[in-house]
C-alpha cells in the first residue's frame, strides 16, 4: 500500500516536470522563440487565458502568412509557456527561468500590471526585450526600464474621456464647467488609484469639484455606504474603477438603490459582461475600454478589427474582449521589430522597437522614451439600449453621448 | 469630517446607514454562527468557512442556471453542503479533532486552498451573479432604499438563527451536541456517540454556510476568491460575541454591520474595514482588563 502510493507519488510528479518541460521546447533553426509567464491559474486564470489565446492566435496567423522574415530567412514563431499561478514571485521566476534555461532572447508580458512589475525588473536584468499589452499601471514607465514597451494606454487614462464628455455637455447645457462635482470610487490598487489619478488630473484641469473620493478595499463587496453618499451629495458623474467586481458592484447596487447620477463611469464593463448580467439596469452605463472591433485602423496581418474579431471568433469560440487584441498587437510589434532588425540579438531588436511606428488594428503603436505606447488613444462606450456603442474618441464615435441619463422612474 | 456635517444636515441617512448595517451584517453574522458552533463544540477554528460559503453560492447559482428559482435553491444547497460536510468530516475532520488547535487550522487552512483551486478550476475565476427579480423599497420619499433581497437574506438569517436555537435545545441530537461542547469525555460516558455529534456539528455548519452562499450570490456576488472576506469576518464577529454566545453572534454581526457602514460613510471606504478591525482590537484589550480584574478578585 505504502509502496504503491510512493510510485503513484513518484510518477505523478515525474508527469508534472514532464508537462513543464515539454512546453518550452528549444529553439529549432528556424523557429524564434517568444517566451510567456501567464496566470493559467489562480485569480487571474480567465483573462490569462485570454492572453495566452491572443499570442497565439496571432502567432499562427503570423506563422500561416510567411512567418517572420529575418534577412533572406523565413522564421516560425513559437511561444513558450509558464503558470505564473498569478502570482507576482512566482511570475518572476518563471521568467528568469526563461531567460536562464531556456534562452529565450524575447519576452511577452504576462496578465495585469502586478505581476508585468514583478517581470520588468529580470527582463531588464538579462537585457531582454520585453512587449507586455497588460501591464497598464503608470508606474511601471516611470522607473527608467530601457526592455519594457507596452503596446497599451497607461491605466490614467481610461476614464479621462469621461471628464472630457462630462465638460462638454456642461457647456452644451450653458454651465461652467467649474461646476460639475464628481464623486470617485475605486479599487485600492495600482491599477485603479492610477485610474483616479487620471480623474482627479483632468478634473483639476477643468476645475471641478471631486465631492466624493472613496477607495474601497480590495476585500469590500459592498458599496452601499458610497452609494448612500452620492445620494446625499448628488454629483454629475460617479466614476468607478474595481476590475470586474467594480463594474458588477457598481451597476447592481446603483440600480438595486435606485441612486441616481446623470454620469456612471466605469472600467471593465465588457469583460465583466454586465450587459449579460443586468440587462436594462446597465443602460446608460459609460465604459472605458482599449480597444474595439467597429474601429477602422488597418493591419498586416489582420486586414482591420472587424476581421480580427471574427476569424478569432471562429478559432476560439468566443468574442475577444480588449485583453485578447492588446495581448495580439504584442506579437504583431515583435515580429515588426525583430523584421526591420534584421538579426536575432536581443539589443538589436530592442533597439528596433524604440524606433517602431506602425499601425495594427489594435491601434497605431509607437513607443515614448519611457516604453509607452503614445500613438493611440482609449475608447469609451456607452450602453444604449443593451449595446455598446462608441462615444469617444469622437473620431471613431458612431453615435452621440446620452447626457444626462434618465431619472430611474423615467427608464422603460 | 464634512461628510459628517452631511448626516447632520440629513439625519435620514443614518436611517440609511443603520438600515443597510443591520442587513449586510445578519449575513455575516449566519456565517459566523455556523464558525462559532464549530468552535464551540469541536474546539475547531475553520479557515475553510468562507470557501463553504463560495461553494453554496455556486451550487444555488447552477441550479438557478437550470431553472430552479433561488429561493428553492438555498434549502437544496444547504442539504447538498450536509451531504459535502459529512464526507469532510470522514475523511479529514475526525483526525484532527482533540488535537491541538493549530493543526485544525493548518488542516482547515489545506482544505480552504484546495477548495479555492477546485473551485477556480470547475467554475473559472469569472464573478457571477444571480438575479434577485425583486425590487426595492423606497421609503422616506426615496431616501432611504431597501432592496428587498437584502431582507430576504436578513429574515432567511434569522429564520436559520431561530431554528438552530430551537434545535439544539429541543432535539436530541442537539442536546448531545450541547453535552459535548460542555464536556466530551462526560458525554461519551453517558452514552452519546460524540463521533456522530461531531460530525453531524461540522455538516450543520457546511448546510449554513451553503444557505449563506445562495444569499450572497443573489445580494452581491461570488467568485471562487471570496472566502477570506467571509471567514476573517465571523472569526471577528465570534470573538466580539464572545466563545459559546450563540445568540450574541446576531447582535454582534448586525452591529459590526452597522459601525461599517457609518465609518465608511464617515471616514470614507478605505477606513470601513480597518475602522472595524481597530474596534476589534479596542474590544479585545478591554475585554483582557476586565477579566484581569476578575482575576484579582478570585485570588
Known amino acids: ?412 | 469630517m464634512s461628510n459628517l456635517s452631511v448626516l447632520f444636515d440629513a439625519p435620514i441617512l443614518l436611517v440609511q446607514l443603520i438600515v443597510s448595517g443591520i442587513l449586510v451584517g445578519a449575513i455575516f453574522a449566519l456565517v459566523a454562527y455556523g464558525m462559532a458552533l464549530l468552535w464551540g463544540v469541536m474546539n475547531i477554528i475553520n479557515i475553510a468557512q468562507g470557501e463553504f460559503v463560495m461553494i453554496g453560492g455556486y451550487i444555488v447559482f447552477f441550479l438557478a442556471r437550470a431553472g430552479v428559482s433561488p429561493i428553492f435553491g438555498i434549502p437544496i444547497a444547504a442539504v447538498v453542503m450536509y451531504g459535502f460536510g459529512l464526507a469532510l468530516y470522514r475523511s479529514v475532520i475526525w483526525r484532527i479533532i482533540d488535537q491541538d488547535m493549530f493543526i485544525s487550522i493548518l488542516a482547515t487552512f489545506g482544505i480552504s486552498i484546495l477548495l479555492q483551486q477546485l473551485g477556480n478550476q470547475l467554475f473559472g475565476s469569472d464573478i457571477r451573479t444571480l438575479p434577485s427579480h425583486l425590487p426595492s423599497l423606497f421609503l422616506a420619499g426615496g431616501m432611504v432604499t431597501v432592496p428587498e433581497i437584502k431582507i430576504v437574506g436578513f429574515v432567511a438569517a434569522l429564520a436559520v438563527g431561530a431554528a438552530l436555537v430551537v434545535f439544539l435545545r429541543y432535539t436530541r441530537l442537539g442536546q448531545a451536541i450541547r453535552a459535548t461542547a460542555q464536556n466530551a469525555r462526560a458525554a461519551r460516558v453517558l452514552g452519546i456517540d460524540t463521533d456522530r455529534v461531531y460530525a453531524a456539528t461540522f455538516a450543520l455548519n457546511c448546510a449554513i454556510c451553503g444557505a449563506a452562499g445562495g444569499l450572497v450570490a443573489m445580494t452581491w456576488f461570488i467568485q471562487p476568491y471570496l472566502g477570506l472576506t467571509y471567514t476573517l469576518r465571523s472569526f471577528m464577529i465570534v470573538i466580539v460575541a464572545g466563545l459559546g454566545n450563540l445568540p450574541g453572534v446576531i447582535l454582534a454581526g448586525t452591529g459590526l454591520g452597522v459601525v461599517e457602514q457609518a465609518a465608511g460613510f464617515i471616514l470614507g471606504a478605505e477606513y470601513q474595514t480597518a475602522f472595524v478591525f481597530l474596534l476589534l482590537v479596542v474590544i479585545l484589550v478591554g475585554r483582557n482588563m476586565v477579566l484581569a480584574r476578575q482575576r484579582r478578585y478570585l485570588k
Not at chain 1, 509567464?37 to 503570423?62: C, E, M, P, W
Not at chain 1, 498586416?300 to 475577444?320: H, L, S
Not at chain 1, 524606433?355 to 503614445?374: A, E, H, I, L, W
Open chain 1, 1 to 412: 500500500m505504502n509502496f504503491k502510493l510512493k510510485t503513484l507519488a513518484a510518477m505523478s510528479v515525474a508527469a508534472m516536470l514532464g508537462a513543464g518541460v515539454a512546453q518550452v521546447a528549444s529553439a529549432a533553426d528556424d523557429t524564434i522563440v517568444l517566451g510567456a509567464a501567464v496566470s493559467l491559474t489562480g485569480k487571474y486564470a480567465t483573462l490569462g487565458h485570454n492572453t495566452q489565446d491572443g499570442y497565439n492566435f496571432t502567432a499562427k496567423r503570423i506563422n500561416e502568412t510567411g512567418g517572420v522574415k529575418v534577412g533572406s530567412k523565413h522564421y516560425k514563431l513559437k511561444i513558450a509557456y509558464y503558470d505564473d499561478e498569478s502570482t507576482s514571485a512566482r511570475g518572476a521566476q518563471l521568467v528568469e527561468r526563461l531567460i536562464k534555461q531556456d534562452h529565450v532572447n524575447f519576452v511577452l508580458g504576462p496578465y495585469s500590471s502586478a505581476l508585468t512589475k514583478a517581470v520588468a525588473p529580470i527582463t531588464e536584468k538579462y537585457k531582454i526585450p520585453m512587449v507586455e499589452g497588460n501591464g497598464a499601471s503608470r508606474g511601471l514607465f516611470t522607473k527608467g526600464y530601457k526592455y519594457l514597451f507596452a503596446v497599451l494606454n497607461t491605466s490614467d487614462y481610461y476614464l479621462r474621456p469621461a471628464v472630457a464628455i462630462l465638460a462638454e455637455e456642461a457647456k452644451k447645457e450653458g454651465r461652467d464647467p467649474k461646476s460639475m462635482k464628481i464623486a470617485i470610487a475605486v479599487e485600492n490598487d495600482n491599477f485603479s488609484r492610477d485610474v483616479r489619478d487620471g480623474v482627479l488630473e483632468d478634473a483639476k484641469k477643468y476645475g471641478m469639484k471631486v465631492v466624493i473620493d472613496d477607495k474601497l478595499p480590495p476585500d469590500l463587496n459592498d458599496m452601499s455606504t458610497t452609494l448612500t453618499k452620492v445620494k446625499a451629495l448628488k454629483p454629475d458623474a460617479l466614476l468607478i474603477s474595481g476590475h470586474d467586481k467594480g463594474a458588477i458592484l457598481g451597476i447592481r447596487q446603483v440600480a438595486a438603490q435606485k441612486v441616481y447620477v446623470p454620469m456612471l463611469a466605469m472600467t471593465h464593463c465588457d469583460s465583466a459582461k454586465v450587459i449579460k448580467k443586468f440587462g436594462k439596469d446597465a443602460n446608460y452605463a459609460f465604459c472605458a475600454s482599449q480597444w474595439d472591433s467597429n474601429l477602422t485602423y488597418k493591419d498586416r496581418w489582420f486586414g482591420n478589427p472587424q476581421k480580427f474579431a471574427e476569424d478569432f471568433k471562429k478559432a476560439y469560440n468566443y468574442d475577444p474582449p480588449y485583453q485578447v487584441a492588446e495581448s495580439a498587437a504584442a506579437v504583431e510589434v515583435f515580429a515588426d521589430a525583430i523584421e526591420r532588425a534584421g538579426s536575432l540579438d536581443p539589443q538589436k531588436v530592442r533597439d528596433a522597437l524604440t524606433k517602431t511606428d506602425m499601425v495594427t488594428f489594435y491601434g497605431p503603436v509607437k513607443f515614448d522614451s519611457t516604453g509607452k505606447n503614445v500613438g493611440k488613444s482609449m475608447v469609451l462606450y456607452q450602453i444604449q439600449n443593451g449595446k455598446y456603442v462608441v462615444v469617444a474618441p469622437s473620431k471613431w464615435a458612431k453615435t452621440k453621448p446620452i447626457y444626462p441619463a434618465p431619472q430611474w422612474d423615467k427608464r422603460q
